[in-house]
């Protein structure tokens, strides 16, 4: 067994004497390949003998067999040769011909969790370097990958992480060690490596690639009381990556919008991440609202398509969560207080900030529109910001319904009943008027046609309501009621019409 490896040894050292003289880049790949083939097939077949190395003994042998390569790539720098990437390209290969050996046997018993991550994190590290040298985002991206896949095998495999005792710690660590290295390298290994766009991909989602595994080795070693602080922590770091691009690129290099713009997203998508995590109920909305406008408010000063769409998708899904949502339904019990209840600012606060995202995106979406989007905007009208505007007006709406619901309730649990009550149906109706005409008046007062057409809506929405519904059980001063609050509602509706909408008309056919 050990004889083996000594041959294997001797054997690697000629191929490397002959890559050194030789300058033939095919010989080098294999002279770099070879020995990590040699040493995986080894382990795999004797790595149970008695006559086996130590397990520190062993990937020793393996590390430095990998880093006996990076001489060459240094040497041929110096010397200028014509085959200039051809020594580093060997040392690549070497590195991560050995780390994908390693994750690939991540389930023998030779590994502790020491000698594996150390092993990792180190044959990462030498593909990094030879990453460097050759300014291959794609060498940097396979290092990267090859880490976080050897460490997460390693978390989820060999029976958990229970089964590795204190092994938790060393994982967290080589983890967090792992991120801040893939994150920050970039920045300081220079602008030929940093240059490359898939070297930014891989910084940027080294994060969100690490946390699936950083998440259950917290949760092993401090529970999940507190489990916001991990994406939160990575989405601070991805933040100070942000703020390293920023301050590494000079203004007006698309490397540094492709920095800003990408780590951004990601430290935005650790904080959408991070409220679900630690949050409940009508938190996780409120959340992701007033972060989908920060988003938007970002796009504003930063112009990136895809800031905007992760800015709509957390609206989108902030209005499916108040419009469509039942379990909204056991949030809480009754208030028994009408309007000032955990309803009110559980759907004005997102209406809220569903105003402001379209104000925001109204001026703006039009003139920055990619080239993929130039065939949505064929009218020149802002379709995000009408989408925000329109999500909101059935926000507020739902809100008026279930605040009423809520009312009337008399402090029971909040549900849509379909029981008659006269009061209650009533009120609702008179509500659905009242919004109607307030669009009415906003879109008289905005120029806007499209709020009149919603007024519209509503208010024959709400006279259906009272003909079909109310006035088949409302008795005595309640029939009364509903159809003169119905006549004065019509009357001042086509009075705000007379006045505004269609003397315009007129003053405008005139001009013509």
């Not at 050759?134 to 089964?163: D, K």
């Not at 059980?473 to 086509?494: F, N, P, Q, W």
């Amino acid at each position: 067994g050990r004889g083996t490896i000594v041959a294997w040894l001797a054997l690697t050292a000629l191929w490397l004497r002959q890559a050194a003289i030789v300058p033939l880049p095919r010989l080098r790949l294999a002279a770099a390949a070879l020995p990590a083939i040699a040493f995986t097939v080894y382990l795999a077949v004797r790595g149970n003998d008695a006559a086996m190395p130590p397990p520190a003994l062993f990937l020793a042998l393996v590390v430095i067999v990998a880093a006996a390569f990076q001489p060459l790539g240094l040497a041929a720098r110096r010397e200028r040769a014509a085959t200039l990437d051809a020594p580093d390209a060997a040392a690549a290969l070497a590195a991560l011909a050995s780390a994908l050996g390693i994750v690939l046997l991540v389930d023998h018993p030779i590994w502790s969790a020491g000698y594996f991550l150390a092993t990792t994190l180190v044959l990462g590290l030498l593909a990094i370097l030879a990453a460097t040298r050759l300014g291959a985002g794609v060498v940097y991206l396979g290092a990267a990958a090859l880490m976080v896949l050897g460490q997460t095998a390693w978390t989820f495999g060999r029976g958990g992480l229970e089964s590795a005792g204190s092994a938790a710690v060393a994982v967290l660590c080589g983890g967090l060690a792992s991120v801040v290295l893939v994150s920050f390298w970039p920045f300081v290994a220079g602008r030929r490596l940093a240059a490359d766009r898939w070297t930014s991909y891989t910084a940027a989602l080294a994060a969100p690639a690490w946390f699936p595994l950083l998440r259950r080795v917290y949760e092993h070693l401090f529970g999940d009381g507190l489990i916001a602080i991990l994406p939160l922590a990575l989405g601070a770091l991805s933040l100070a990556a942000a703020l390293s691009a920023r301050r590494f690129w000079p203004r007006g290099r698309p490397e540094r919008e492709r920095g800003l713009v990408w780590f951004l997203a990601v430290a935005l998508g650790f904080v959408s991440l991070a409220i679900p995590l630690q949050l409940a109920k009508e938190w996780i909305t409120i959340g992701w609202a007033l972060q989908g406008l920060a988003v938007m408010a970002l796009w504003r000063r930063l112009d990136h398509p895809g800031l905007r769409l992760f800015g709509l998708a957390l609206l989108a899904a902030v209005t499916v969560r108040l419009v469509a949502n039942p379990a909204l339904f056991g949030y809480h019990p009754g208030s028994g207080r009408p309007i000032f209840n955990w309803l009110a600012y559980t759907y004005l606060v997102p209406a809220a900030a569903l105003l402001w995202s379209a104000r925001i995106q109204e001026p703006l979406e039009v003139a920055r529109r990619s080239p993929w989007e130039a065939g949505l905007y064929g009218g020149r009208r802002p379709l995000g910001a009408a989408a925000c505007g329109m999500a909101a007006i059935l926000v507020v709406f739902v809100w008026l319904n279930l605040t009423i619901v809520d009312a009337f309730a008399g402090g029971s649990a909040l549900s849509l009943s379909l029981e008659r009550l006269p009061a209650r149906d009533l009120t609702l109706s008179l509500a659905w008027i009242l919004y109607a005409v307030l669009l009415l008046a906003l879109g008289m007062a905005r120029r806007s046609v499209a709020l009149r057409w919603i007024s519209l809506a509503f208010l024959v929405l709400a006279i259906g309501k009272v003909f079909l519904y109310d006035l088949g059980e409302l008795r005595e001063l309640y029939r009364v009621g509903s159809l003169v609050g119905l006549a004065l509602s019509l009357l001042l509706v086509s009075l705000a019409y007379q006045r505004f909408v269609f003397r315009e008309r007129d003053g405008a056919a005139e001009d013509a």
